[in-house]
C-alpha cells in the first residue's frame, strides 16, 4: 500500500519526514512516498511525481498557515482527488485549524496532531491493506509503542521552527460559510420535522380502523340526503377522527360521483371552500 505525503515549505517538509518514518513503523506493509526522499538524482521531478500520484491508495497532505494556498499544494491535492476517493485524502494540521481552509482543502478529512485524530488515521490507512490489514488490537499495541515518539518529535520540530506570516481568511469568507453551515442545518431540521409529520399521518390513519371508517361514511351519505352542507360534513367526519386528508378526497369523490349520475344532484350541496 503506497502513502503519498504532499509537502510545501520547510515546516511541512521536516513533519512530512517524521510522518513518513512514523507511518512505516506503525504499519510495516506501507509504503510512504515523499519527494524529499524517494526521486532519485537526475530524475524528470515533475514527471516522477506525476507518476506517483497516480499510484497510491492513500493521501496525507502537510498543511500549515503558510503552505494552504500555495499552488503547488493545491496541485497534488487535486491530482491526488483525481486518483483515489475523498475519505483516503487527510489534511494533516500542522499549526491551524479547520476554520483557516477553504475550498478545496476544505472538504477533506482533518486530523490534528493528538492521539485520538493520529490513531483514525493509521486506521484508515491499516483500511486499505485489505488482506494484509492488521488486527484492531495488534494495530492498537503498534500505535502504543511508536506514538510517544512521534509527539515528542513533532513537538520540537514545530517549536524551533519560525510562526509564518500567513495570510487570514477574509471575514467575509468566515461569515458565508457561516452562513452556509446555518442553511444547511436549517434544510436539516426542516427535513425531520416533515418526516415527524408524515409518521404522526401514518399513525393517525393505523388508529383509524376500516369498520369505523364505513360508519362514518354511510351516516355522511345520509347527511348528505338530508341536504346537510358539504362543509358541516368534513367537519363532522374529521371532528368523529376520520384523517383530514380521507375526509377531503373521499368526499370530493362522492360529490362529483352524484353529479355524473344525475346533473344537477350535486347543486344541493355547498361548494368545496
Not at 143 to 151: A, M, T
Not at 234 to 254: C, D, H, K
Request: glycine share 6%; proline share 4%.
Amino acid at each position: 500500500m503506497k502513502v503519498f505525503i504532499s509537502w510545501s515549505g520547510e515546516k511541512s517538509r521536516i513533519v512530512a519526514d517524521l510522518m513518513s518514518v512514523w507511518i512505516k513503523c506503525v504499519i510495516q506493509a506501507s509504503e510512504p512516498w515523499i519527494s524529499t526522499k524517494h526521486i532519485d538524482r537526475g530524475a524528470l521531478w515533475f514527471s516522477e511525481i506525476n507518476d506517483k500520484l497516480r499510484d497510491v491508495s492513500v493521501g496525507i497532505v502537510c498543511l500549515t498557515m503558510e503552505n494552504k494556498d500555495r499552488p503547488w499544494i493545491l496541485f497534488e491535492t487535486g491530482a491526488l482527488a483525481k486518483g483515489i476517493s475523498s475519505n483516503r485524502i487527510c489534511t494533516f494540521l500542522i499549526d491551524l485549524e479547520p476554520g483557516d481552509l477553504t475550498d478545496p482543502l476544505a472538504q477533506f478529512n482533518h486530523t490534528k496532531a493528538n492521539r485520538s485524530d493520529m490513531f483514525e488515521l493509521v486506521k484508515t490507512l491499516n483500511a486499505c491493506l485489505d488482506e494484509r490489514r492488521l488486527d484492531d488490537a495488534v494495530l492498537l499495541r503498534a500505535f502504543d509503542v511508536y506514538w510517544p515518539s512521534f509527539e515528542k518529535d513533532f513537538t520540537e520540530a514545530v517549536s524551533f521552527l519560525p510562526v509564518a506570516d500567513a495570510k487570514k481568511r477574509p471575514q467575509n469568507d468566515v461569515l458565508m460559510e457561516i452562513l452556509d453551515t446555518t442553511r444547511g442545518l436549517s434544510r436539516r431540521i426542516g427535513a425531520l420535522e416533515i418526516n415527524s409529520l408524515n409518521a404522526a399521518s401514518s399513525i393517525e390513519v393505523s388508529k383509524f380502523t376500516r369498520g369505523r371508517s364505513l360508519a362514518l361514511k354511510n351516516q355522511a351519505r345520509n347527511m348528505m340526503n338530508l341536504g346537510i352542507p358539504t362543509t358541516d360534513i368534513r367537519r363532522f367526519l374529521i371532528e368523529q377522527g376520520m384523517p383530514t386528508i380521507e375526509a377531503y378526497s373521499w368526499l370530493n369523490r362522492v360529490v362529483t360521483e352524484a353529479a355524473e349520475r344525475s346533473p344537477g344532484a350535486g347543486d344541493d350541496f355547498e361548494g368545496e371552500s
